[in-house]
């Protein structure tokens, strides 16, 4: 093993404690820029490597650990075994938003790319060091055992290969934002926003991601102003029920639990939405997510603390709320801005072997939804069949939702066929219409082409206005018994199936 050791670091955290060490060691440093000055001001003993970008062969094969080499300034470089080096930023520059493209080639850090990929092509006879955490651990080994096993050393180079990659993909993902959704090759760098208390279950670990360089949005852009630990349901729950919210413009408050809608409101105040989506399934509700989507108030604060909600979501909260709120022991307050929607987002989903990526699904409708009956719904239906329409897109398929007024009162989904889904929906109503105040007329909401049979089965509770997203064959057939019945139904031509 040769004692010779190469340094040049964006990110100077503990590099002149590791310099130091491996000098106390034995070993000869060689630095280069910023690294070199820093190091040198220390004290420490160091040869100043100088080159310009990109970086010469011969320096590249000196720091691969296979010949020596002589730098610009004509400094000769020994094979090094030792390679320290980490990149500029870029994530941190590319999410910023005055960042304009045209900067993009003054930010790449070609140099020290460089450098690290020829250190860790060469991982059986040179140790790749990237991030400051392994300096420690490395210098350790250096003086316990006088130098690192085969299998710690490919493992840091592993994580050099990561680092590489990682920002490889950052810049591509920045490029790609004006390119094409779904590409022949598509990569990916996430960045870990924070360890979660456990996954689905309690024995499944679980951590939240962001893309890196991405400005922070949605969730990861949230506050959390007080509560607990989250796990991956309460995020799910989360998501779900906020974005939601956020797809009207009155106010409403959505209850989600298990990320499907349990019940919707909209009211004239918070405090009012919240009643309503909590008598829309109490039992549903207990341990559920509030979403609003105005400020919460010391009323609807209140009403909270009554009731058993694990996780509240609001743009805003009045100071009178807040402590009122962090009162109630468990309750988890997080603070989201009304969402940026990209039209390059994208929805993953793990299968065995690989992922499904598709396009989210950021519409409402594809255009005006057509009324294919003699009756077209009152201004009053079409303000439930709205509701309705926009709980249904967050249930899960096959998904009902039957609503009165401003309530989406019963919620039914994830069943396997739609007649099972509107049967759930009517056995819920059943037992709560009595209890809310009379709102007016019950209109149905389908995620899903409504058969003849589904239909009927839904009349027969009452309904007076439907929307579906038609295109099945009994279309004719379902607008001839509404038209039997006066009831109006519009054809969305647009469906929202979520799995």
């Known amino acids: 093993m040769d004692k010779t050791a190469y340094i040049s670091v964006y990110d100077k955290t503990g590099v002149e404690e590791f310099a130091r060490g491996l000098a106390e060691l034995g070993f000869e440093i060689y630095a280069s820029g910023s690294t070199h000055k820093l190091l040198a001001e220390a004290g420490l003993e160091v040869e100043e490597v100088r080159y310009s970008p990109p970086v010469p062969g011969a320096v590249l094969k000196a720091l691969s650990g296979r010949f020596p080499a002589v730098s610009e300034n004509g400094v000769e470089l020994p094979r090094f075994y030792v390679v320290a080096a980490n990149l500029y930023p870029i994530a941190s520059?590319?999410?910023?938003?005055?960042?304009a493209l045209s900067e993009l080639s003054n930010y790449l850090d070609q140099a020290n790319s460089a450098v690290l990929r020829a250190a860790a092509r060469d991982f059986e006879n040179v140790v790749a060091v990237c991030r400051p955490d392994d300096?420690?651990?490395?210098?350790?080994?250096?003086?316990?055992?006088?130098?690192?096993?085969?299998?710690?050393?490919?493992?840091?180079?592993?994580?050099?290969?990561?680092?590489?990659?990682?920002?490889?993909?950052?810049?591509a993902q920045y490029l790609a934002e004006t390119g094409g959704l779904l590409d022949d090759e598509m990569v990916m760098s996430l960045r870990k926003v924070a360890d979660l208390e456990y996954g689905e279950n309690r024995h499944q670990g679980a951590a939240l991601y962001a893309l890196s360089g991405a400005r922070p949005r949605g969730l990861n852009a949230a506050r959390i102003l007080s509560g607990g630990k989250f796990n991956l349901n309460h995020y799910l729950d989360l998501d779900t029920a906020f974005e939601l919210a956020m797809e009207f413009d009155e106010p409403v408050c959505a209850v989600v639990k298990h990320a499907r809608p349990a019940g919707l409101c909209?009211?004239?105040?918070?405090?009012?939405?919240?009643?309503?989506?909590?008598?829309?399934?109490?039992?549903?509700?207990?341990?559920?997510?509030?979403?609003?989507?105005?400020?919460?108030?010391?009323?609807?604060?209140?009403?909270?603390?009554?009731t058993f909600i694990e996780s509240v979501v609001a743009p805003a909260y009045a100071p009178d709320a807040l402590p009122l709120l962090r009162a109630k022991e468990g309750l988890r307050v997080l603070e989201l801005g009304a969402p940026v929607l990209s039209p390059h987002e994208v929805q993953l989903h793990s299968v065995s072997g690989g992922l499904l990526i598709e396009a989210r699904d950021n519409r409402l409708f594809s255009s005006e939804p057509k009324c294919v009956t003699r009756r077209r719904p009152s201004e009053a239906?079409?303000?439930?069949?709205?509701?309705?329409?926009?709980?249904?897109?967050?249930?899960?398929?096959?998904?009902?939702?039957?609503?009165?007024?401003?309530?989406?009162?019963?919620?039914?989904?994830?069943?396997?066929?739609?007649?099972?889904?509107?049967?759930?929906?009517?056995?819920?109503?059943?037992?709560?219409?009595?209890?809310?105040?009379g709102a007016g007329p019950l209109v149905l909401a389908a995620d899903a082409a409504l058969p003849l049979k589904s239909l009927q089965a839904a009349l027969a509770s009452g309904v007076t206005a439907v929307i579906q997203p038609g295109g099945w064959q009994d279309d004719a057939d379902c607008a001839a018994l509404c038209d039997s019945r006066n009831v109006a139904m519009l054809l969305a031509g647009i469906r929202h199936f979520r799995h």
């Open 135 to 171: 300096y420690t651990p490395v210098l350790k080994a250096f003086a316990d055992a006088g130098g690192l096993e085969p299998a710690v050393k490919k493992q840091l180079a592993a994580k050099a290969w990561q680092y590489l990659a990682a920002y490889d993909a950052t810049v």
């Open 266 to 306: 909209a009211a004239p105040s918070p405090a009012e939405c919240l009643r309503g989506a909590l008598r829309a399934d109490p039992a549903g509700a207990v341990g559920g997510t509030a979403a609003f989507n105005r400020q919460v108030d010391a009323e609807t604060a209140r009403l909270l603390g009554e």
């Open 381 to 437: 239906e079409m303000r439930s069949l709205l509701i309705a329409w926009k709980t249904a897109k967050y249930a899960k398929t096959y998904a009902v939702v039957l609503a009165e007024g401003g309530t989406a009162l019963a919620v039914s989904a994830a069943e396997s066929s739609t007649y099972d889904a509107v049967r759930g929906a009517v056995w819920k109503m059943r037992e709560k219409r009595g209890i809310l105040p």
């Open 93 to 99: 520059i590319v999410g910023q938003e005055e960042f």
